[in-house]
């Protein structure tokens, strides 16, 4: 069976760090463009970061830009998402989402999403 799973959401105060992790099993992570997205409550979803398949480049939301940052560990099938200096509007649940067939990032339209993970930022 084809799924994604995170980790790594909590709480943290405003200027803190956490590091989410997003594991696939049943398929390479290394083969599909990956991405982070996030929804607030009341608000729409958006797309975070995302990480191109075969070596490809990475994309960050101008919100995140110098806090955030993606990478891939291709041997333990994990993506990852270091955040830093996070602030309350960062607040959200935090999804991870494979998209196979894009060209690149960041106009994917993902084939899989996992359940997601929630982060809040509060003191």
């Known amino acids: 069976q084809l799924q994604l799973v995170e980790s790594g959401g909590g709480l943290v105060q405003p200027g803190g760090s956490l590091r989410l992790s997003c594991a696939a099993s049943?398929?390479?992570?290394?083969?599909?463009?990956i991405a982070w997205f996030r929804q607030a409550p009341g608000k729409e979803r958006e797309g975070v970061s995302c990480?191109?398949?075969?070596?490809?480049?990475?994309y960050y939301a101008p919100s995140v830009t110098g806090r955030f940052t993606i990478s891939r560990d291709n041997a333990k099938n994990t993506v990852s998402l270091q955040m830093n200096a996070l602030k309350p509007e960062d607040t959200a649940v935090y999804y991870c989402?494979?998209?196979?067939?894009?060209?690149?990032?960041?106009?994917?339209?993902?084939?899989?999403w996992g359940q997601g993970t929630p982060v809040t930022v509060s003191s």
């Open positions: 989402a494979a998209d196979e067939f894009a060209a690149s990032c960041p106009r994917i339209d993902p084939n899989y």
């Open positions: 049943g398929f390479a992570l290394e083969r599909y463009n």
């Open positions: 990480i191109g398949k075969d070596g490809g480049g990475t």
